[in-house]
């Protein structure tokens, strides 16, 4: 499309013909089609560059172009950087191809934000990481750049939506996966807030009864009471996969606590029938729990010293150690009862 930038004589008259509505109307038409291409153009054809000397072109300067157009000169090579990355991927014609006051052909305007930056923490490193990861995200730079200009802005849309706040939890998430140190200020927020400590406790209870299911689901393992790992039975198996199924099946954003607990108390009960269903099991289970028990009763003993004896003596001291002595040989009796005769 072809857009009067700078209009002839002729055509300047005619314009004047028109009211000014209607000559707003039309000027607005040219931007809505061409956006800051219209405005770009202006700089390609007027700003001489680089290399270029005043003698050479009748184009003029950066700082000079920004004088006449009463802004920055920064501005003013926004928008020349701009035309100078379309033009190095063909889009539109080079610097030097450009003749002051001629007009072209422009891209559309959704081609335009493609180009520009207007913010110049584009440039420095963090604006350039920001650019990269919104191009990875398939969104516009100057979008991400202006979010990460203002903070507040964003704390405002996190407390008033919750997709907002979803958006950020889930770029918290993928963020922290690489950041150690944002994973031990999460901690430490987490460690010093009682709602987040419980919620947390609450989520990794629920975790680990979930866990629980799944090993028998998937693994095909149960874990007794007394801490056994069998090969759990088809059936239970299959009850497992059942409440896994169901589990899994949940939205995200739904509470898997309720769940959890059913399927976990569930299994737990089908475990224990399954121990007391097999005789020899049985029998080893309470073996196991003996066991178990026996060893933590030695560890504790065994961490006891009487070096300060003097120090901390009462007589209630002994009596239990009596008490426990006598405990003892009634368990060494009732074992060596029942071992097998030779």
């Not at 056994?228 to 059936?235: I, K």
Request: charged share 30%.
């Amino acid at each position: 499309m072809t857009v009067a930038i700078a209009p002839s004589e002729e055509s300047a008259a005619r314009q004047g013909e028109l009211d000014p509505v209607a000559r707003d109307a039309r000027d607005f038409g040219a931007y809505a089609r061409t956006g800051g291409w219209a405005f770009a153009l202006k700089v390609a054809r007027s700003v001489r560059p680089g290399g270029q000397s005043a003698d050479e072109t009748p184009k003029v300067s950066a700082k000079e172009f920004a004088e006449l157009a009463g802004c920055s000169p920064e501005r003013v090579m926004r928008y020349y950087k701009a035309w100078d990355r379309a033009a190095d991927d063909g889009v539109v014609p080079h610097f030097e191809l450009l003749v002051p006051g001629a007009d072209i052909e422009l891209p559309d305007a959704e081609v335009w934000l493609t180009y520009y930056v207007s913010r110049s923490s584009a440039a420095s490193e963090r604006g350039t990481a920001i650019t990269q990861a919104a191009e990875a995200e398939g969104i516009r730079p100057t979008k991400a750049l202006e979010v990460a200009e203002n903070p507040t802005a964003l704390r405002a849309a996190i407390l008033a939506d919750p997709s907002t706040a979803q958006a950020a939890r889930h770029a918290l998430l993928d963020r922290v996966k690489e950041d150690p140190a944002l994973q031990a200020e999460l901690a430490r927020d987490i460690a010093r807030t009682d709602e987040l400590k419980k919620a947390v406790a609450t989520e990794s209870r629920a975790a680990d009864r979930i866990g629980y299911v799944r090993q028998i689901a998937e693994k095909g393992q149960i874990r007794t009471p007394a801490g056994q790992t069998l090969d759990a039975p088809a059936e239970l198996r299959s009850e497992a996969e059942r409440h896994l199924s169901l589990l899994d099946e949940l939205d995200e954003g739904e509470d898997s606590g309720e769940w959890a607990t059913e399927a976990y108390d569930t299994m737990k009960h089908l475990v224990v029938e399954t121990v007391e269903a097999d005789p020899e099991l049985r029998v080893q289970e309470r073996r196991t729990k003996f066991y178990n028990s026996l060893q933590k009763a030695t560890k504790v003993f065994e961490e006891l010293t009487f070096d300060d004896a003097d120090d901390i003596y009462e007589d209630d001291m002994v009596q239990r150690l009596e008490d426990l002595q006598q405990a003892i040989g009634s368990a060494i009796a009732a074992l060596r009862g029942a071992a097998p005769r030779q």
